[in-house]
């Protein structure tokens, strides 16, 4: 049972770059979600998904890029990336949204922006 | 929107004594309230949740009471392991005006749980 998996664990880049984080889950989960976790910020919704080709913006969306072609996968672009996005980047999925549904993490990807 | 408010931002206990965590929220609305626990270089895990229309719900060491008139819940472990050392983040529902609930999480609590 994989569940939820992130690709890479840890990226290195330079600003300016473009860098794309993967997602992966096996559960078909409807909902999924991109965070970011920053010392003093905790957890913050970078986008979400409620369904293959349907996305929607959460509290830090400025300089992020995502889609979603296929209900398992939920890739995250940084076009142009600059060293106040270098945090670490969880994924998430979700059943259902109603009610506030559980939603599982994957295991976080490390990025630096040098 | 929904602003979550979490104290203490780190705790340190003796292995055996009892940990408290307090979260407050803004909007009367949020009906749905997690907890989770991110141990060292892995994302959060679902430890406990509550409903707004319960006041408490436990799960054998862990329970989670919510108080919906002074809008704040909490986390308390009793009988402290030292694998209970981690960062704890509280959460709450929020639908705003999109009518999707999405989850506004708390800044975290470090327990340390010494031996």
């Known amino acids: 049972d994989a569940g939820i998996t992130q690709s890479p664990r840890y990226k290195i880049t330079e600003t300016g770059r473009q860098v794309t984080l993967m997602c992966h889950q096996t559960w078909s989960h409807s909902y999924m979600f991109w965070y970011r976790q920053d010392l003093g910020h905790g957890l913050r919704l970078i986008y979400y998904s409620a369904a293959a080709d349907i996305t929607d913006k959460g509290e830090v969306p400025d300089g992020y890029v995502v889609s979603r072609s296929k209900t398992e996968n939920f890739p995250l672009t940084l076009e142009s990336a600059t060293r106040s996005q270098t945090s670490v980047y969880f994924c998430a999925s979700s059943e259902s949204a109603s009610g506030g549904g559980t939603q599982f993490f994957g295991p976080g990807t490390r990025l630096t922006v040098l | 929107g929904e602003n979550v408010e979490q104290h203490p931002s780190t705790l340190s206990v003796q292995e055996g004594d009892s940990a408290v965590i307090k979260c407050t929220y803004s909007d009367s609305a949020s009906n749905y309230f997690p907890w989770y626990k991110q141990e060292l270089g892995k994302g959060p895990q679902l430890i406990i949740d509550?409903?707004?229309?319960?006041g408490e719900k436990k799960d054998q060491r862990i329970a989670v009471t919510l108080n919906k008139t002074a809008k704040h819940f909490s986390l308390h472990i009793t009988e402290t392991q030292p694998e209970d050392s981690a960062v704890y983040f509280c959460a709450a529902s929020w639908e705003g005006n999109t009518g999707f609930q999405k989850l506004v999480f708390g800044t975290g609590t470090r327990l340390l749980v010494s031996p």
């Open positions: 509550i409903r707004s229309n319960v």
